[in-house]
């Protein structure tokens, strides 16, 4: 059973950061991408960040941009959001997702995504 694990949730203050890590327990994928999506109280689930298990450019929500960034270890199988000038309105649960489809039209399309994990808890305070 394919598993992603994600780390590194927590609370900050605005402006603070916070970097999420995501340990996947597989390593070749049928389809290349992986990312990052959220969901704030009373809102969809929105995707936040994607990038290639190949390489490749990443994607990013546009309220995201400048500010958070997403890369993917290869050696250690992890995927990793860093997190920087946080807002409270970046409070969310974020989750992990893998084998989706990158490009500019499908990367943010969470029914694209096979596996997800149980997501971790950022809250930013003002």
């Known amino acids: 059973q394919v598993q992603l694990v994600e780390s590194g949730g927590g609370s900050v203050q605005a402006g603070g950061s916070l970097r999420l890590s995501c340990a996947a327990s597989k390593y070749t994928w049928r389809r290349k991408c992986m990312g990052w999506f959220r969901r704030a109280p009373g809102r969809l689930r929105e995707g936040v960040a994607a990038i290639s298990t190949d390489g490749g450019r990443p994607y990013y929500a546009d309220s995201v941009k400048g500010r958070f960034t997403i890369s993917r270890d290869r050696a250690k199988n992890t995927l990793s959001l860093q997190m920087d000038r946080l807002k409270p309105e970046d409070t969310a649960t974020y989750f992990c997702?893998?084998?989706?489809?990158?490009?500019?039209?499908?990367?943010?399309?969470?029914?694209?995504?096979?596996?997800w994990g149980q997501g971790t808890q950022v809250a930013v305070s003002s």
């Open positions: 997702a893998a084998e989706g489809l990158c490009g500019t039209e499908w990367w943010d399309q969470s029914a694209e995504y096979t596996y």
